[in-house]
Each structure stands twice: as C-alpha cells, then as structure tokens.
C-alpha cells in the first residue's frame, strides 16, 4: 500500500473518524485471496477474463483518502445531497473524505485514458448498526467506454448500445456467480448514470438485488475530454454478495481473525457454506432519553460502536414518544453479541455504563 495513514491528518476541528475506522484503513480485505471478499473478487475477475480476453484494467489498491470532488463533484451529486454530510459521511478534513463509494475513480481513471477498468476497494459511510449493515464495506465498480465505430453499425443510438450490452454483461455475470437464476432488472436512479437499473435475482426463494448500473452521464465523459463517447458503468457491494454466496449471517464476521471463522475459506473455492462455529447468547440492554433538535440515530450508532466495537451485534429503537410539553423520548435496545466467545455480565454491564455517559455528554442528551 503505497500510503502512510499515519499520515492522515488527525487533529483537523472537521475531522470526524473515529479509533475504530482509522484501525481498518489499509486492512484491504479485498487482496486476501483466502478471504471470502478476495475469492470473490476473484471470480468476477475470472468472468471478465473469460469473457472479455485482456480488456479490462484491474485496480485494488487506490487510496481510500480522496478529496470532496473526487468523491462527490466529479460523479455529480447535487450540492445540497444528503450524503455529504457530516452525519453520512467521514471526513479526513473539510476538503477529504474517506471514499463513499469506489466511483470516486471513475473520472479521474478516465481522464488517465483508461476505457475499460475494475476498481474495487474499501469505502466508509457513517450508518445504522445490525447484521448487514457496517461503516467499512467493499465495492467494485466496473466501467466501460464505447467510440462510434462501436455502436454505428448497430442500427442503435449510443445509449440503447450501451444499455444493452451493458445488460448482457451483466446477466452473464449474475450466471456466473449465481447459476442459472432467474433475473430482472428494475429502474432506479443514480446521480451518475442515466438510464440507471438495478439487476434483481430470484435467490433461496426471494428476489435479492445484485447491482446498482447505467449508463453514464454525459457529463462525465466530457469533464474527462471524452465527449464523442458513450460508457456504461456498475458498482456492487462484495459483502452483499459474499454474505449469500458463502452463507454469512453476519457482516462483522469478515473482519474476524478467529481460525474458527478464517480456515472455512480457501482460495479459489467460491460458494463454500459457512459453519457457524457456535451460538453465543446476545445481551439486551435498554437506554431512554429526551433527545433535542440535533440528535441522528448514526451519531448515537458511531459513539455505541467507538465504545464497545464489534460487540455490538444492534441498536434498534423500540420506542418513542412526545410528551405534553413537546419533548421527545427515544428508547434504543443494544443488542451485545460477540462472534468469538460469552460476554460476562460484568463486561456487558461496564460497556453500558460507559455507553450511557458518552452518549450523555457527546449527544448533550439527557438519559432517563
């Protein structure tokens, strides 16, 4: 990893990553090739290598520390967007964040002359706490750009073109990984693509979406001095898929170290269901205050998750009320579940008894 992140700017007043994702920065799951994120991104690797000989560009290792344009600008999110804030998203500093998503790339690959190129990295987003959802996951986005002796013989415009094959690539991709699967596609919206989809597949009895993709706008290309091109783009969370394919129910466990967990997986072997090794008892724990104008339920998930880390399995709101003078009361129930072993009630009370002061005195709530 050619970056030092101990060089990352610590003491900035707008910096707000905390401990405990500084810790995952250049951990690079992803590159583990025994590790159910690596032998995923191996076998999408292996179905464009297959399928599109010596075409795309791989790139694994690209700085999760990017500047706000790259991050938002660049892939057009509206100024006034909600993940921009500070709330959603880490930032380093005023002008860096750490990366939201993997097309933080795609203009500036494009502007390098790149045409056809998979990134897939780590990115960062502030976010609610349960079994599918963690504030450090993996993506990989795939792009590529058509010139017009692509499309002119078609009898196509450019985006039908690129809409179609970006379709055709994208079921044979969902073959690959999935079988022979039914599949749908429905329509979404993204900032950056137009037409955008969503490719949904009938897995284990329900339909389960694969992928966010479209067609890029064109105003990427032109800011990247390609404006006689049209290009399709895609973006997949490698957890999603991961979790299904190898049978994980819970996101945390990728970032376990126990032999229990690490030794089910080996390279190349894609799909291997994973044993659970043992059912640990979760841990309730209730907390109720008065909460003010301020409060978001991520800044209450980041201070519980700063204080008691992977032990926190969920925090979900069971309650809430307005009384009569116009306050509101929120109840949360925080689920403690470790992966690895039984907490004790000492341990579980302790880790409590400090969420309760921090949430206190960091949130200025007040605890009833």
């Not at 044979?172 to 597949?201: C, K, Q």
Request: with cysteine.
């Amino acid at each position: 990893m050619g970056t030092n992140f101990s060089d990352v700017v610590r003491d900035d007043p707008t910096n707000n990553v905390p401990d405990t994702i500084f810790s995952k920065l250049g951990l690079q799951l992803h590159r583990r090739n025994n590790h159910p994120l690596g032998i995923l991104k191996n076998g999408i690797y292996e179905y464009f290598d297959t399928n599109f000989p010596n075409m795309f560009h791989k790139f694994d290792d690209l700085c999760p520390v990017v500047s706000v344009k790259q991050n938002f600008d660049d892939v057009l999110v509206p100024a006034d967007h909600v993940s921009r804030s500070y709330n959603d998203t880490y930032y380093v500093d005023s002008q860096t964040v750490l990366r939201c998503h993997t097309s933080a790339h795609q203009a500036e690959l494009l502007r390098r002359g790149h045409t056809h190129f998979l990134v897939t990295g780590d990115v960062y987003r502030r976010d609610s706490i349960d079994s599918t959802h963690y504030p450090v996951f993996h993506q990989m986005e795939g792009v590529r750009v058509f010139t017009p002796d692509n499309w002119e013989a078609s009898g196509l415009d450019p985006t039908s073109y690129a809409a179609e094959d970006l379709k055709k690539s994208l079921e044979g991709l969902a073959r690959h990984l999935f079988g022979a699967v039914e599949m749908r596609w429905i329509d979404a919206y993204f900032p950056f693509t137009n037409p955008s989809y969503e490719l949904e597949i009938y897995f284990q009895g329900k339909w389960m979406e694969v992928l966010g993709c479209g067609v890029m706008e064109q105003e990427i290309l032109k800011i990247s001095g390609r404006s006689n091109s049209v290009a399709w783009a895609f973006g997949l969370g490698l957890e999603r898929l991961a979790m299904v394919l190898f049978d994980i129910p819970d996101i945390r466990l990728f970032w376990s170290t126990d032999e229990r967990f690490t030794s089910q997986f080996s390279e190349g072997q894609m799909g291997v269901k994973f044993k659970p090794f043992s059912k640990y008892p979760p841990c309730y724990k209730d907390m109720s205050f008065w909460i003010n104008d301020s409060f978001t339920e991520n800044n209450l998930c980041e201070v519980i998750r700063g204080i008691a880390g992977d032990l926190i399995e969920e925090v979900s709101l069971i309650d809430n009320f307005t009384n009569k003078k116009g306050m509101t009361s929120h109840c949360y129930r925080i689920a403690y579940r470790s992966m690895e072993r039984s907490l004790t009630d000492e341990e579980i009370n302790d880790l409590q008894w400090q969420v309760r002061e921090q949430v206190q005195n960091k949130l200025n709530v007040v605890l009833r």
